[in-house]
């Protein structure tokens, strides 16, 4: 079904609250990585029960929910997220980027639009499994079991000015940089030309961070 949005012109009149960018269903991220809360429902649920009252819901519809019939959902669903005390459904119309910069934090499942606030210093909640839920200003919603776990976890992540989150954000990004085998994309056709050499001297440093994991 289509369901009805709510046009913001001034986002600074529905502040504070946490932006919430809907998931397309099905697609591989969310059912594989989600876990539990690849019900969305659910996971909106857990987050409303968590921060404080005051603070709305930003629902964000995907673009394909505009596309034609087959990507239409359930009216069930709409009408769970309406039902939610002190939410909005907004329109497509608004950049998540300003969406983002002006939230308290973002919650989603497993998409990226998490990491996109962490990089922007605003704080995170992912329900599912990401390799990027291990940024410093972000957490999965299992380690948040009660409103008082919310309050210490958002206290301690937003005691730190911008600054000092892009600082914190920057040695998480080198920290996974080091870690990592560099590629690039290739053409059809194309393979990788990247030497022997310089691959196994990657995997060196891996193995090694994790032998040293292990015997710590």
């Given at each position: 079904?289509?369901?009805?949005?709510?046009?913001?012109?001034?986002?600074?009149t529905?502040?504070p609250y946490?932006?919430?960018?809907l998931?397309?269903q099905?697609e591989?991220?969310?059912?594989?990585?989600?876990?539990?809360?690849?019900?969305?429902?659910?996971f909106?649920?857990?987050?409303?029960?968590?921060?404080?009252?005051?603070?709305?819901?930003?629902f964000?519809?995907?673009?394909?929910?505009?596309?034609p019939?087959?990507?239409?959902?359930?009216?069930?669903f709409?009408d769970f997220?309406?039902?939610?005390?002190?939410?909005?459904?907004?329109?497509?119309?608004t950049?998540?980027?300003?969406?983002?910069?002006l939230?308290?934090?973002v919650?989603?499942?497993?998409?990226t639009?998490?990491?996109e606030?962490?990089?922007?210093?605003?704080?995170?909640?992912?329900?599912?499994?990401?390799?990027f839920?291990?940024?410093?200003?972000?957490?999965?919603?299992k380690?948040?079991?009660?409103?008082?776990?919310?309050?210490?976890?958002y206290?301690k992540?937003?005691k730190?000015?911008?600054?000092?989150?892009?600082n914190?954000?920057?040695?998480?990004?080198?920290?996974?940089?080091?870690?990592?085998?560099?590629?690039k994309?290739?053409k059809?056709?194309?393979?990788?030309?990247?030497?022997?050499?310089?691959?196994?001297s990657?995997?060196?440093?891996i193995f090694?961070?994790?032998?040293n994991?292990?015997?710590?």
């Open positions: 079904e289509r369901v009805k949005t709510t046009k913001i012109n001034n986002l600074l529905i502040c946490v932006y919430m960018p998931h397309f099905p591989s991220s969310t059912e594989t990585m989600g876990g539990f809360f690849v019900d969305q429902l659910l909106a649920k857990f987050i409303r029960d968590i921060i404080p009252k005051n603070w709305k819901i930003i964000k519809r995907p673009p394909l929910d505009l596309t019939r087959p990507y239409l959902r359930h009216k069930g709409w997220l309406k039902n939610i005390e002190n939410s909005l459904i907004i329109d497509n119309q950049k998540s980027e300003d969406l983002i910069k939230s308290k934090l919650a989603s499942p497993t998409g639009s998490n990491f606030a962490n990089l922007l210093g605003i704080p995170s909640i992912y329900g599912g499994f990401s390799n839920a291990a940024s410093p200003i972000a957490c999965q919603i380690e948040l079991n009660t409103k008082n776990d919310f309050n210490l976890w206290e992540v937003s730190n000015n911008l600054a000092e989150r892009y914190q954000m920057t040695k998480f990004i080198n920290q996974i940089e080091y870690k990592s085998i560099p590629g994309f290739y059809i056709g194309e393979f990788s030309k990247l030497e022997k050499k310089e691959t196994l990657h995997l060196n440093i090694n961070s994790l032998k994991q292990f015997l710590l």
